[in-house]
């Protein structure tokens, strides 16, 4: 069975650092685009940085210059460093991932459970 698995969350004091990991594991032919979602209460999912198999990387406007992501296609693993955090940072963060499970089959998004990070004041 196709998963990805978060980790890295937790508690962290405004102005730390967090890294989170998200692997893909299972059968899996090709993935595209992987990328970083988050959802704070009352809000809706929004992206916060995605990067495709090439390096190419989009980050929102929120996150420019503190985030960074990354991936290992080898390992089919995606990061995001996230440096001087903010307590706006707080949210559950879903990892996303754009792949290919069989010939034939088109691309499809699939995603993370999910993993807590809270930055406080």
């Known amino acids: 069975q196709v998963q990805l698995v978060e980790s890295g969350g937790g508690l962290v004091q405004a102005g730390g650092s967090l890294r989170l990991s998200c692997a893909a594991s299972g059968s899996i032919l090709s993935i595209n685009v992987m990328g970083w979602y988050r959802q704070a209460p009352g809000k809706q999912r929004e992206l916060v940085a995605h990067i495709t198999s090439g390096g190419s990387t989009n980050y929102a406007d929120s996150v420019k210059g503190r985030f960074t992501i990354s991936r290992d296609n080898a390992k089919n693993t995606v990061s995001l460093q996230m440096n001087s955090l903010k307590p706006e940072d707080t949210a559950v963060y879903y990892c996303?991932?754009?792949?290919?499970?069989?010939?034939?089959?088109?691309?499809?998004?699939?995603w993370g459970q999910g993993t807590q990070v809270a930055v406080s004041s």
């Open positions: 996303n991932a754009n792949m290919k499970l069989r010939y034939g089959s088109p691309y499809r998004d699939y």
